[in-house]
């Protein structure tokens, strides 16, 4: 039976675990409020998540690095919009010991100044193979004009800001942003609470500290925009606001661009590159927050085709307000569950969606709650949702030698209406 324990600390860390049976692995999920749109400079914190590797208080990145090996973790050290994030997989009888080398990359990175320029190019090289991912770059680009700033930032940093920084000045976010308050540490797999609580209280004494709340500055730009690019694709890309994380019709919502956008029995794959032949790839998928959840639908075509690709996209888009079908329906809520069980069998996968959870919510949800909350979505809930739902203002984004003409309602800002 999964088990899910959380905790406080007086610091404002947060401690979620959750024991899995028949596991022998586990998977970490520890953040601190310290992503790209907590710096004042854009890319400080890309910066650091390539510096705090470059060793730790009391030892080299050779060292550390080993210490991680010999317990045969695999971790990952990277910088998202809103948080950084250490998280990792182990056997679950060496998470206690690997805990503690994790915490070094919050608590006690030393920041060595001769590994700044390294970790420099290192962010750059980055941000110059957007040219050559086009796909990559179009969703770049989607979040820099669908979100208000500073929550539309890319996680790969400004180029300016990254070459203007200073090894002073990444110790101050350091010391200012990596703090306790705010933290989640999640850990998934063959644990035990208690033990995970005392190891997290021994190595995080004395750690304090209060994170800001970010708020947005700037309203997003939205409508329609061109990447020009002499290339014989044509990236598409197009972002509407979605239900929040537990707001009604979230379920009804996923399920919706489940059945539109999700599968290759999807309706986009089947009206827009099976029957028309418009595209060699479409898809939709619907990302649920806490604060800024959105629908984005991707297609790549060539320029030729690109014009009818994006009407075809969109008519299809209204088409959905008039209902699903009974099978798309119960096809849908298969594949949801059948996702849900194999996902509940990853720690890593498990790690992450209790992270989700507990940040959106505030509440972690365990396999038997998410399976009982699609058991009670019905047929008729996801069509009264569709039949009322409205998208608000839209963004779409075009990578192509050739701009693509778009007059829709639903890229003007007069429609913008919220969900």
Not at 11 to 16: A, C, D, F, Y
Not at 110 to 117: G, V, W
Not at 138 to 152: K, R
């Amino acid at each position: 039976m999964q088990t899910i324990e959380c905790h406080k600390l007086e610091s404002g860390l947060h401690i979620v675990t959750e024991k899995m049976p028949g596991v022998r692995t586990a998977a970490v999920n520890w953040t601190v409020c310290a992503g790209v749109a907590t710096n004042k400079h854009d890319g400080d914190s890309v910066l650091l998540s390539e510096l705090v590797q470059r060793g730790v208080k009391h030892l080299s990145a050779k060292q550390h690095n080993d210490a991680l090996e010999s317990l045969g973790v695999k971790r990952q050290v990277t910088c998202g919009i809103e948080f950084f994030v250490v998280s990792g997989v182990m056997l679950g009888s060496r998470a206690v010991e690997a805990i503690p080398l994790f915490g070094e990359y919050l608590m006690n990175a030393t920041l060595p100044e001769q590994d700044l320029a390294a970790c420099k190019s290192l962010c750059m090289q980055s941000i110059h193979s957007l040219v050559d991912n086009p796909a990559r770059q179009v969703g770049v680009a989607i979040n820099a004009n669908h979100h208000p700033s500073p929550f539309n930032r890319s996680a790969y940093g400004d180029p300016t800001s990254i070459e203007s920084a200073s090894i002073d000045r990444l110790h101050r976010i350091y010391k200012q942003l990596f703090v306790p308050d705010g933290s989640i540490l999640v850990v998934a797999g063959d644990v035990v609470h208690k033990e995970i609580v005392e190891v997290v209280e021994r190595i995080t004494r004395g750690w304090r500290g209060k994170h800001s709340v970010v708020s947005s500055s700037k309203p997003p730009s939205r409508g329609v925009h061109w990447i020009e690019q002499d290339t014989s694709q044509s990236h598409i890309a197009l972002a509407f606001d979605g239900p929040n994380a537990g707001d009604d019709g979230e379920l009804q919502e996923s399920i919706a661009m489940s059945i539109f956008g999700g599968a290759t029995s999807g309706r986009l794959f089947t009206q827009v590159r099976q029957r028309r032949s418009l595209c060699y790839s479409v898809s939709a998928r619907y990302a649920s927050s806490r604060d800024r959840s959105v629908v984005r639908i991707h297609a790549g075509t060539t320029p030729q085709r690109a014009d009818e690709t994006v009407r075809i996209c969109l008519e299809q888009l209204k088409e959905l307000r008039n209902g699903v079908s009974r099978n798309e329906f119960d096809r849908a809520i298969r594949r949801m569950k059948s996702r849900t069980v194999m996902n509940g069998e990853s720690t890593s996968t498990r790690a992450s969606t209790l992270w989700s959870d507990y940040y959106a919510l505030g509440k972690p949800k365990t396999l038997a709650d998410r399976l009982r909350e699609i058991d009670g979505v019905t047929f008729e809930s996801v069509n009264d949702w569709l039949a009322d739902r409205t998208l608000g203002q839209g963004t779409l984004v075009t990578l192509g030698p050739n701009e693509i003409e778009v007059d829709d309602e639903i890229f003007k800002p007069s429609t913008l209406k919220g969900c």
